[in-house]
Every structure is written in C-alpha cells, then in structure tokens.
C-alpha cells in the first residue's frame, strides 16, 4: 500500500508531505483547491510524463517521493532483483525530480532508473481509475491480461507464448534453409564448372613455390650450359690447352739432357693430367646440366595455369584448395539442402499442431472465464442503479495467420446501456456517470484477483448521487477489503464511507499573498464539518451537520 507522499514544488504547492492509511481513504476539498495537482504529482512519481510547468515558480526543481510497503509475496520483488536493484524488506520508494529547464530523472529506492521502469513498477503498485482515463480498463489493448489475470491459468498463457516462440524459431530457421537452397540451385551449374577445373587441377598448397623454384633453376641451367660447352671446346681445341701441353711435353723430351728438364716435364706431366681431369668434371657437369626444354614447358605451363585460377577466384595460389573445398561443401549443402529443408518442414507442422492445441486450450479456459466475469459484472449493475444496462466479454476470434503468443482472440469489455441496443467499447458507449459505474463494477469482481495493491478513483462517482452514490460508496467500501482505496470525490455519501478522510484546500500566506495547496487529515468531528459541506454548499446549515451525522453512523 502507498504508505507516503512528499511533494516538493509542484505547482501550488510548496512542500508537502502526506501520510496514508489502509482501507478506504477519502480526499476531497472545493472545486479548484488543488486535487488534479496531487493527481499530477503522484503521476509524476509513477513515471507518467513529466512537464516542466509542474515546477512552481520561482523553484529550480520539483520533486515527488512515494513509499510502498508491500507484502513479501508480491511479484514487485522479482523485477527489481531482475535489474539489480537493492531493497528494504518490504519497502518500495520511488521518486522523481524534474527541472525548470524540463529535465527529470527517477530513482527507486535512492537508486537511479530510466522513466520508463519506473513506470514498469509504477503501473505494479498502483491503478488510478477516472471518467476519462483512457489506460487500464478502458484501453482494450489491455482486456486481454486483465481476462487472463482474472481466469488465473498462467500455465496456458505461458504454454501458448514459449509454443509460438519455438515455432517462430522453426520458422524462421526453415526460411533460411530455404532461401540457402535456392541460392545454391541458382548457382549449381558455376559450382559443378568451378570445382570441376579445380579438381583437374588439383593444386597443393606450396606447389606455386616449388614449381617456381624448379622453372628459375632449369633456366640458370641452360645459360650456364651454353658457357660449359663454349669453355669446353676451347679446352679440346686442336689450339686448346690440353693439345698445346701435350706438343710441349713430346718436344722437351725430344731434347738432349734429360736431367736438366725432368723437373720440367714432371710439372707438366702433372698440368697435362690436372687438366684431363678437368675436363672430365666439366664433361660431368655438361651431362648433369644437360636442359630439357619440354620439361621446362610442362613446368610453365602448370605454374601459368595456378596462377590463372587464383586470378579467377581473387584468391592466393595456396588457398586454391580451400577454394575447392569450398565448392565441395556448395555441393553436398544443395544435394542435402532438399532433406533440411523436409526435415525442417515437418518440425514446423509438429510445432504448428502443438501451438494450436495450445491456443485451443486457452481459448476454452478463456470462455470460461469469460462467463464467469460477465456474470459477475452484470450482477453488480442493478445495485448501482443501472438495471437495464449490460455488460459483455468479446471474444473475437481471430484467423491462424493472425495468432501469436497472446493466444487466437482480441477481447475486448463492451456494454449496452439499454435493451436492444447494440454493444460497444466502453469508452464509445457510456456516458461520464455510466462509465465510473461500470469500472467500479468491473473493479469490485476483479480485485480479488488482478488489483493492484492501491487503486485511486479520480471523482468517479460524478454526476451520481442519492441511492446511486450509496451504492457506490458501499462497493468502494467492499473493495478497500481487499486493496487500499484512495477516492477524491465530491459526493458525501461516498465520503460518508471511508475509513480516512484528507481535505484538500488552498491556504494564502499572509506576508506576500502567496497560494499554496495543503492537505489535512480530518479528525471525527472534522470530518462530520467536511461531509456537511458537501452537502449543504458554501454555507454550513445544522440541518446538513446532522445528515452528515446520520450518513456516517449509516
């Protein structure tokens, strides 16, 4: 329940702080006191949005406290561990600050939040009800939850959402499969032409490196032949070096003292061998050297060839066989695309049939409440005074294509207000005094069940009175059983009926002439004052004292 209010600068109102009650609490003052600005400021701490005329002038900054204590229970606890948000056993504040220059910032529990989860946890603890609210019950984008909350099968509408998810999952992985497929069969006859000349090819990582190698060293070869060759048939020559030392050693040892010329010829002797030898080593070499020019085509031809495909592919010659690989797995994705793409078409049909039986199970738990609540509802009309008004809980089913995880119907709460006339949207149909009554009804049999722990009703008892401002005073009193109820009325029968009573009225400051808003707790005999002036007006009879006197022993 909302245990305080602090208001700070907010229009009227200076500094401002408000202590409540449970059960059934009443705010009221005159026409113009301030009740819209308290509503304003409550809003404001609820993450409603904030405008920067809130801010009293003169102030730099406004701000509004609100503190909850709540039951131990309550799925408030939940969502603020989900976020990492430290509390105090049982205790919730929100609040939030807004500048002159139209900047606000939220914080829970003195830990700062973006506006739009404080109005996540807002909405958890608080309903504000009033003739022209057009969120809670009369936005019909929310009858759904408010039906499902009241049927209490979370089961079904758990099933239903995690069964969607799963089959849009499929869906979507069938999808891919598919457009995979095509794109692969649009591509089939380059995949078989490309891997084909790959797989001729059959390149090796590192060949481009060995082929190169092998192509500069055969061509080394041959330059280097040709010199060999050249030397040696100077060496053989009839003028060569090893004829000339052979002419040479026959003519000295033709001469006369041989003693004086062995040494001679001995070193000749030796050259003559020593250049024998050499010849024979560069004979050698000429045949180990010996150039084949095929093999040096066949060397190009497959070097030119590798470099022609990685041209082609924009790729390095190394990672041609990868690139066949590549195409390879191309391959056997399109020939085991079609078996995907079945194995997942049967998935999604088994997904499929699961989500349906699960909408079907939930559409029947929701007829079922459905009947129960419009049974409920339409039972509480009479005694606020509209026998012949109708309520209805539509169920409109919708197409398959159209489910999604909130299940296969829009609801949607309607009312004729006359027999044989035709139903319609709450706020369509209803006039101001019809439509508070038809809220306070639905409210009466959901609170059990989907109230939050505070509900505000914003003079929803207007344009009522006599025995229909009984019967609204009496279920506003029945439901502060189960909620705490704040109402600002203009009605004393309905004031007559709460547990707490505030008054709220614009006092002037003497010094200056400055307004500002306050409100008071009423004591018993403050309150009997208070409910007579709702009575009798402007002046206070003894005559109306004694009503309020019998309306609140009433």
Known sequence: MLNSLTINNIVLIDRLHIEFEGGLCVLS????????????SLGLAM?????????????????????????????????????????DDGQVILRRTLTRDGRSRAYINDQPVSVGFLREVGGMLVEIHGQHDERGLLNSKGHRKILDDYGQ????????????????????????????????????DYIRHNLAELEILSPREGEEAELADERSRMMQGEQMSEGLSDILKSLLDKNGVDASLGSVIR?????????????????????????????????????????????????????????????????????????ALEFSQKLQALEFGDEEVQRLTREVIIADGIFRDAVALLSAA???????????VNGELAPLKMEKARFKTDLVPLDPPEWRGNGGERV????????????????K?????????????????????????????DEIDRGVGGAVADAVGERLKRLAEKAQILVITHSPQVAAQGAYHWLIEKNEIAKGGAVFTNVSALDEKARQEEIARMLAGAKITDEARAAAVRLMQT
């Open 29 to 40: 003052g005159e026409t113009g006191a301030g009740k819209s600005i308290l509503m304003d």
């Open 47 to 87: 993450g409603e949005r904030s405008e920067r005329e809130l801010v009293r002038h003169g102030a730099e900054q406004a701000s509004v406290s609100a503190v909850f204590h709540l039951p131990a229970r309550h799925g408030i606890w939940a969502l603020l561990e989900s976020q990492s948000l430290a509390y």
């Open 153 to 188: 099968y979370p089961d079904l509408t758990n099933h239903v959402r995690t069964d969607y998810e799963f089959l849009v999952s499929l869906q979507k992985q069938l999808v891919l499969a598919e457009e995979k497929l095509a794109l692969a069969k649009a591509d089939e």
């Open 251 to 323: 003519r000295l040892s033709r001469m006369g003292d041989k003693g004086i010329l062995d040494p001679v010829l001995e070193a000749l002797d030796r050259a003559a061998n020593e250049t024998t030898d050499a010849i024979a080593l560069l004979e050698t070499t000429l045949r180990d050297l010996e150039f084949n020019p095929h093999e040096l085509e066949n060397t190009e031809e497959r070097l030119f060839a590798l470099r022609a495909a990685a041209r082609k592919h924009s790729c390095l010659v190394d990672d041609l066989p990868n690139i």
């Open 366 to 376: 929701r007829k079922a409440a459905q009947e129960e609540l419009d049974a409920l």
């Open 412 to 427: 949607e709460f309607q009312i004729s207000t006359n027999p044989g006339a035709p139903f319609g949207g709450l706020i």
């Open 429 to 457: 149909v209803a006039s101001g005094g019809e439509l508070s009554r038809f809220i306070l009804a639905l409210k009466v049999v959901l609170a059990s069940r989907t109230t939050a722990p505070t509900l505000i009703f």
